[in-house]
């Protein structure tokens, strides 16, 4: 799955570069695994911006600004959660010379190996914030459910490579 992993993500950094946008990660089970993904790439450093490990359900509010609401009555393993996370983080790591063309990742969920309360090992959720490609379209941003299996690293990793796999999916960042 390395190799694969590594063309989707230098595929993507090469697509973003050509459209001016940048690349943040908001991580909570993946723990720096997704900002790996990119960093490992040769010349990430034009595109990728960074990546906060919220891996605590406080760090997601006080750090990124998800909803504390949201955190108290549904837990970080939620599909709205993944979704602010995504784009608070885009927004975290926005600078004036960027504007708004960050495209902001995200991964929550549970990566076993037993359950986090209700919610079963292998759930995850993961979040894109897709920048406009002009002035007259809106920010796409999205979320979709994962069910994985495995040990919990290969849940961690299965969820790394399916962001790289939905990004590719929602934008043409490979296309180009």
């Given at each position: 799955?390395?190799?694969?992993?590594?063309?989707?993500a230098s595929r993507i950094l090469d697509g973003a570069k050509s459209r001016n946008w940048k690349i943040a990660?908001?991580?909570?089970?993946?723990?720096?695994?997704?900002?790996?993904?990119?960093?490992?790439?040769?010349?990430?450093?034009?595109?990728?911006?960074?990546?906060?490990?919220?891996?605590?359900?406080?760090?997601?509010?006080?750090?990124?600004?998800?909803?504390?609401?949201?955190?108290?009555?549904?837990?970080?393993?939620?599909?709205?959660?993944?979704?602010?996370?995504?784009?608070?983080?885009?927004?975290?790591?926005?600078?004036?010379?960027?504007?708004?063309?960050?495209?902001g990742l995200s991964t929550t969920g549970v990566a076993g190996p037993g359950p986090d309360g209700d919610k079963?090992?292998?759930?995850?959720?993961?979040?894109?914030?897709?920048?406009?490609?002009?002035?007259?379209?809106?920010?796409?941003?999205?979320?979709?459910?994962?069910?994985?299996?495995?040990?919990?690293?290969?849940?961690?990793?299965?969820?790394?490579?399916?962001?790289?796999?939905?990004?590719?999916?929602?934008?043409?960042?490979?296309?180009?």
């Amino acid at each position: 799955m390395q190799p694969r992993c590594d063309e989707l993500a230098s595929r993507i950094l090469d697509g973003a570069k050509s459209r001016n946008w940048k690349i943040a990660a908001a991580e909570s089970l993946t723990g720096g695994l997704l900002a790996d993904a990119f960093v490992r790439i040769p010349g990430a450093s034009d595109v990728f911006l960074g990546s906060a490990v919220t891996y605590d359900i406080k760090a997601k509010a006080s750090v990124l600004g998800v909803d504390g609401d949201l955190l108290d009555k549904e837990g970080a393993v939620h599909p709205e959660v993944a979704r602010q996370m995504a784009f608070r983080t885009s927004r975290l790591y926005r600078q004036r010379q960027y504007g708004d063309r960050v495209l902001g990742l995200s991964t929550t969920g549970v990566a076993g190996p037993g359950p986090d309360g209700d919610k079963p090992a292998g759930l995850v959720y993961i979040g894109i914030s897709v920048p406009a490609n002009t002035g007259a379209d809106a920010r796409r941003i999205v979320a979709a459910k994962l069910r994985l299996s495995g040990s919990r690293e290969e849940v961690r990793r299965l969820t790394v490579f399916n962001v790289l796999q939905l990004v590719t999916q929602l934008t043409t960042l490979t296309e180009e």
